[in-house]
């Protein structure tokens, strides 16, 4: 097992959209166990493999970060059968260090997908549960959490990381 370094905005990886998961195994397993530590490390409660680098539509999560492996959730190739009603909740992403935001998502949704086997699963949930399956997914999608808040908040962010550049940035 070993942490991976987790990609942070405005890296262009992470705008890219994610190729499907078609092999089942041994090396998709060490991913997954790569993911889950890397998860817990930060800590954060869901990472997608873009954000490892990875160009696969498969993310991980820990609602309790427990950093028990048995606990770990997997979905490859997630879809949205159904999405209803809407929430209002603070957001963060391991990919966006230092920076929440309020975000508009489905109150509900229905996904189905595949575990870390290839079988498929079907998950019907709402609240937290249904806010981390739509901010994990934008990411194999190329999206991030600030492409759905006010172009002012998104200023603000900008601001702050040119700031930080500049002070890292050689005299
Ligand atoms: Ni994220």
């Not at 770990?72 to 929430?87: A, D, H, I, Y």
């Not at 935001?101 to 079988?119: L, N």
Request: proline share 6%.
């Amino acid at each position: 097992m070993a942490i991976r370094k987790v990609l942070t905005y405005p890296d262009p990886f992470l705008r890219q959209v994610a190729e499907p998961v078609t092999r089942f195994g041994e090396s998709l397993d060490a991913l997954i166990r790569d993911m889950a530590e890397t998860m817990w490390d930060e800590p954060g409660i869901g990472l997608a493999a873009p954000q490892v680098g990875v160009g696969l539509r498969l993310f991980v999560y820990d609602m309790e970060v427990s950093g028990d492996p048995a606990k770990v959730r997997v979905v490859c190739n997630p879809e949205f059968t159904l999405m209803e009603g809407s929430q209002v909740d603070e957001e963060g992403c391991l990919s966006v260090p230092g920076f929440t935001a309020d975000v508009k998502r489905a109150a509900r949704v229905v996904m189905r997908g595949q575990d870390r086997a290839g079988k498929p699963v079907e998950l019907d949930v709402a609240g937290l549960h249904a806010r981390l399956l739509q901010h994990e997914t934008d990411h194999l999608d190329g999206k991030l959490f600030i492409d759905h808040i006010s172009a002012l908040k998104r200023g603000i962010l900008k601001r702050r990381l040119r700031k930080a550049q500049a002070a890292q940035a050689p005299a």
